[in-house]
């Protein structure tokens, strides 16, 4: 199975920051990388596709990068609203597998 | 507009069989497949299975001697059982439209807890 290892577990940001949350797979998922927001008690929101392809929607400070084996979610300026685990997921082979999470929180 | 709702007892035994129910609304079942996501509390979301457009199913390796996914096209329903149910099956189970290679719309959950 692919491992998908998300860091860092937790990331303290000021509101207006920009900040990148990391992903790197086990071995190569080209782009078939995707990436989500689960606000608590809620459920997991698609935010973008195949590593960089953006979702309707969505707001544009969100974006990702990457291909192989290591990707990037940015947050250009981020808002309180924003506070949520983002979660990574791979589609490349199955079983599909997701990350471990990181956690932004307020500094 | 796209739906999902899970449903089904929130409380199971343990060693007894988990049965859950996905209705949708809003796309067709032999037009899309149907994934269920399975979530501890606290931690990542896990791949459990998919039901395909055309009927077929795939499941995930770890769970596949205990899963069985199934559907009726009729009632617009996808069904999940899953039997041995230990406390570490205990978490919120999630019913997705798999758009093949990743999941764009997702059903409010439904915490399934495994306790005597």
């Known amino acids: 199975d692919v491992v998908l290892t998300q860091s860092p577990a937790t990331l303290s940001v000021t509101p207006g920051e920009r900040i990148s949350l990391s992903c790197r797979a086990s071995?190569?998922?080209?782009?078939?990388l995707h990436w989500y927001q689960q606000k608590p008690n809620e459920s997991p929101r698609l935010l973008i596709k195949?590593?960089?392809q953006s979702i309707s929607g969505i707001p544009s400070r969100f974006s990702g990068s990457g291909s192989g084996t290591d990707f990037t979610l940015s947050i250009n300026g981020v808002e309180l609203e924003d506070l949520s685990i983002y979660y990574c997921q791979q589609g490349n082979s199955l079983p599909f597998t997701f990350g471990s999470g990181t956690k932004l929180e307020i500094k | 507009q796209v739906q999902l709702k899970e449903s089904g007892p929130g409380l199971v035994q343990p060693s007894e069989t988990l049965s859950l129910t996905c209705t949708v609304s809003g796309f067709s079942l032999t037009s899309y497949s149907v994934s269920w996501v399975r979530q501890p509390s606290g931690k990542g979301p896990e791949w459990m299975g998919r039901?395909?457009?055309?009927?077929?199913?795939a499941y995930n390796s770890a769970l596949k001697s205990r899963l069985s996914i199934s559907r009726d096209t009729s009632k617009n329903q996808v069904f999940l059982k899953m039997n041995s149910l230990q406390t570490d099956d205990t978490g919120t189970y999630y019913c997705t439209r798999d758009d093949v290679l990743f999941f764009a719309y997702w059903g409010q959950g439904t915490l399934v807890t495994v306790s005597s």
């Open positions: 195949y590593a960089s």
């Open positions: 039901m395909w457009y055309d009927g077929d199913t």
């Open positions: 071995e190569s998922v080209d782009t078939y």
